[in-house]
């Protein structure tokens, strides 16, 4: 069965960094986009972040573009976020979600088949 689960979010103040982990289990990462998702209670999930299967294409939002990066490594079948100069508005839960393999990478969350569980970062002001 198919799991995949985030790791390295957590309390931070503004300017910090973290590191996003996903591993997915299971599942044939050259086959699958990739992508972060971010929501804020009462809001959608919003992507952050997309990567395609080869990594030959990105996609960032324009608020955290320049200070995230996506990667990616499909032998250890592992995605990451690496996430700089955090501001406040970037609290939220992130989620790590697995879609297909097409390009431009998708942005759309129903496109996404396979979503971790979540983890919390919060960005003090």
């Known amino acids: 069965q198919v799991s995949v689960a985030e790791s390295g979010g957590g309390f931070v103040q503004a300017g910090g960094s973290l590191r996003l982990s996903c591993i997915a289990s299971?599942?044939?990462?050259?086959?699958?986009?990739m992508a972060w998702f971010r929501q804020t209670p009462g809001k959608e999930r919003a992507a952050v972040a997309a990567i395609t299967w080869d990594s030959k294409s990105t996609y960032y939002s324009d608020s955290v573009r320049g200070r995230f990066t996506i990667s990616r490594d499909n032998a250890k079948t592992a995605l990451y976020l690496q996430m700089a100069d955090l501001k406040p508005e970037d609290t939220g839960t992130y989620y790590c979600?697995?879609?297909?393999?097409?390009?431009?990478?998708?942005?759309?969350?129903?496109?996404?088949?396979?979503w971790g569980q979540g983890t919390q970062v919060t960005v003090s002001s």
């Open positions: 979600a697995a879609g297909p393999r097409v390009t431009p990478p998708q942005l759309f969350a129903p496109s996404y088949s396979y």
């Open positions: 299971k599942l044939s990462m050259n086959a699958r986009g």
